[in-house]
T-cell receptor, first 112, second 113 residues
Framework: GDSVTQMEGPVTLSEEAFLTINCTYT??????LFWYVQYPGEGLQLLLKATKADDKGSNKGFEATYRKETTSFHLEKGSVQVSDSAVYFCALTSNTGNQFYFGTGTSLTVIP | GAGVSQSPRYKVAKRGQDVALRCDPISGHVSLFWYQQALGQGPEFLTYFQNEAQLDKSGLPSDRFFAERPEGSVSTLKIQRTQQEDSAVYLC???????????FGSGTRLTVV
């Protein structure tokens, strides 16, 4: 069945460091891929998405490219800020979009 | 409303009690989903509605879990005879349709003692 595997945390970085959170997926057909962010005490917020191979999603300095050949959707940011501290979830939906499959989440802490 | 609203925000139940969790989706959103998020885990699908029709309930973990959306708007997730393993955050999400974006609520944190 469809599934997502993402890099385990927690991840601790200094401010302005480069961030990569790895995500790979298993899916039949052509899924859409997402990164969601969850700040402490809040719900999931869509960070970025890509709906077909080679698409790049980007938002707030974060980027991820839909790589079909490696079944990956790694999240990157060139210079993290303290305010980026949160839990990041990689997710996919099938063609029908009837449900999300989430990874287990990666906790990021950025220290000044 | 402007976002997906869930209530209560926190619920403590004694083992064996029944609970009801409410979700108010964004007005006009056809699709509604319930997810369960255990501590330190990603959300897991429970059930999906399109309007008032429950099209997929494959993720409900047992027959103690029941969801309804009688008028195609507000939805209620009911858990009967709660057990400790039911402790989790229950998330609701709504969407205009398959190809549209999903908006999640802040969730209800259920603790069964």
């Amino acid at each position: 069945g469809d599934s997502v595997t993402q890099m385990e945390g927690p991840v601790t970085l200094s401010e302005e460091a480069f961030l990569t959170i790895n995500c790979t997926y298993t899916a039949t057909g052509y899924p859409s891929l997402f990164w969601y962010v969850q700040y402490p005490g809040e719900g999931l917020q869509l960070l970025l998405k890509a709906t077909k191979a080679d698409d790049k999603g980007s938002n707030k300095g974060f980027e991820a490219t839909y790589r079909k050949e490696t079944t990956s959707f790694h999240l990157e940011k060139g210079s993290v800020q303290v305010s980026d501290s949160a839990v990041y979830f990689c997710a996919l939906t099938s063609n029908t979009g009837n449900q999300f499959y989430f990874g287990t989440g990666t906790s990021l802490t950025v220290i000044p | 409303g402007a976002g997906v609203s869930q209530s209560p925000r926190y619920k403590v139940a004694k083992r064996g009690q029944d609970v009801a969790l409410r979700c108010d989706p964004i007005s006009g959103h056809v699709s509604l989903f319930w997810y369960q998020q255990a501590l330190g885990q990603g959300p897991e699908f429970l059930t999906y509605f399109q309007n008032e029709a429950q099209l997929d309930k494959s993720g409900l973990p047992s027959d103690r879990f029941f969801a309804e959306r009688p008028e195609g708007s507000v939805s209620t997730l009911k858990i009967q005879r709660t057990q400790q393993e039911d402790s989790a955050v229950y998330l609701c999400a709504s969407s205009l349709g398959v190809s549209a974006g999903y908006t999640f609520g802040s969730g209800t944190r259920l603790t069964v003692v």
